[in-house]
């Protein structure tokens, strides 16, 4: 018996654009230590991942929990990419309390509330920053059409995860805009509680990761920080860990034209793949 697949159950992104092409690279995931410390960096998205959820004994669970969820949105059929956004936005419904670590811009005792279009906001943009700049670190720049392109897809991303058409910027200018305003404003912050996230995401307590690798993470990391937020956590961006940046991504350019797509690409990505040509054949 044939399979069929009906068209509601088409992925909701079109495969052939750029929002798929550059968030189906496996690469990407080298960015996700540097969104996550983007995202902490405000103190009111910092408490609510502190308080209410293990961060702090599983960091790369969270982040695991990000990317299963978006890409289940992008590459997965309509309704379970319906389904995986309900998911998200039902568990920021449940994630509120008080800041207890003040800042000049939120003294203690500021109420916070997952949901927040403001918070939602900030994620989403650095999800978008990270995913563009890690692929333009690899491969070659994108042109400001595609850039629009893609910023279109993520709008249409955003709207699934509780932002309104008004709460996201109407372009990709208006992004970047919104984006380094945020970089300069005193929204982001250094607090104790931001402080303890950080060296989590940084030295993740993981027993089997060689030290080495983790070197090498936490200078990706690092390399795919705003310059802001790399002063803003103390880090170090000596010559030497510039110059041994410059050699990784270099000797990873060069060989990604030789990795297997199998390799290279995200799995959930490619069974989208094969759900549209089978959804061809049997058209």
Same mark, same amino acid.
């Given at each position: 018996?044939?399979?069929?697949?009906?068209?509601?159950? #088409?992925?909701?992104?079109?495969?052939?654009?750029?929002?798929?092409?550059?968030?189906?690279?496996?690469?990407? #995931?080298?960015?996700?230590?540097?969104? *996550?410390?983007?995202?902490?960096?405000?103190?009111?998205?910092?408490?609510?991942?502190?308080?209410?959820?293990?961060?702090?004994?599983?960091?790369?669970?969270?982040?695991?929990?990000?990317?299963? %969820?978006?890409?289940?949105?992008?590459?997965?059929?309509?309704?379970?990419?319906? %389904?995986?956004?309900?998911?998200?936005?039902?568990?920021?419904?449940?994630?509120?309390?008080? *800041?207890?670590?003040?800042?000049?811009?939120?003294?203690?005792?500021?109420?916070?509330?997952?949901?927040?279009?403001?918070? !939602? *906001?900030?994620?989403?943009?650095?999800? =978008?920053?990270?995913?563009?700049?890690?692929?333009?670190?690899?491969?070659?720049?994108?042109?400001?059409?595609?850039?629009?392109?893609?910023?279109?897809?993520?709008?249409? &991303?955003?709207?699934?995860?509780?932002?309104?058409?008004?709460? =996201?910027?109407?372009?990709?200018? %208006?992004?970047?805009?919104?984006?380094?305003?945020? &970089?300069?404003?005193?929204?982001?912050? #250094?607090?104790?509680?931001?402080?303890?996230?950080?060296?989590?995401?940084?030295?993740?307590?993981?027993?089997?990761?060689?030290?080495?690798?983790?070197?090498?993470?936490?200078?990706?990391?690092?390399? *795919?920080?705003?310059?802001? &937020?790399?002063?803003?956590?103390?880090?170090?961006?000596?010559?030497?860990?510039?110059?041994?940046?410059?050699?990784?991504?270099?000797?990873?350019?060069?060989? !990604?034209?030789? =990795?297997?797509?199998?390799?290279?690409?995200?799995?959930?990505?490619?069974?989208?793949?094969?759900?549209?040509?089978?959804?061809? &054949?049997? %058209?």
């Amino acid at each position: 018996m044939h399979e069929v697949v009906v068209k509601q159950e #088409l992925p909701l992104f079109d495969p052939g654009s750029v929002f798929w092409r550059v968030n189906r690279e496996g690469f990407i #995931l080298l960015g996700g230590g540097a969104a *996550l410390l983007q995202q902490v960096a405000h103190p009111l998205v910092a408490a609510g991942v502190a308080e209410h959820s293990n961060f702090t004994q599983a960091p790369l669970k969270r982040l695991a929990r990000t990317l299963t %969820a978006m890409h289940s949105i992008i590459y997965g059929p309509r309704s379970q990419a319906l %389904a995986a956004a309900r998911g998200v936005n039902q568990a920021h419904d449940l994630v509120q309390g008080i *800041l207890q670590d003040g800042t000049p811009r939120f003294p203690q005792g500021t109420p916070y509330q997952a949901s927040d279009p403001a918070l !939602l *906001l900030w994620v989403h943009a650095t999800l =978008v920053r990270t995913a563009l700049f890690t692929y333009e670190q690899f491969m070659p720049r994108l042109s400001a059409e595609e850039r629009e392109l893609y910023y279109r897809d993520a709008r249409r &991303l955003g709207h699934l995860l509780g932002l309104k058409p008004a709460d =996201v910027p109407p372009d990709f200018a %208006a992004f970047e805009r919104y984006y380094n305003e945020m &970089l300069a404003s005193d929204t982001l912050a #250094l607090t104790p509680t931001i402080a303890t996230l950080a060296d989590q995401i940084l030295h993740p307590p993981i027993s089997w990761v060689p030290r080495v690798a983790g070197d090498v993470l936490s200078i990706a990391t690092a390399a *795919l920080l705003p310059p802001e &937020l790399r002063t803003l956590y103390g880090l170090r961006w000596s010559s030497r860990r510039q110059f041994a940046w410059r050699a990784a991504r270099r000797s990873l350019r060069e060989a !990604l034209p030789y =990795v297997p797509d199998v390799v290279r690409a995200g799995r959930r990505a490619r069974r989208g793949e094969r759900l549209v040509r089978r959804a061809a &054949l049997s %058209a």
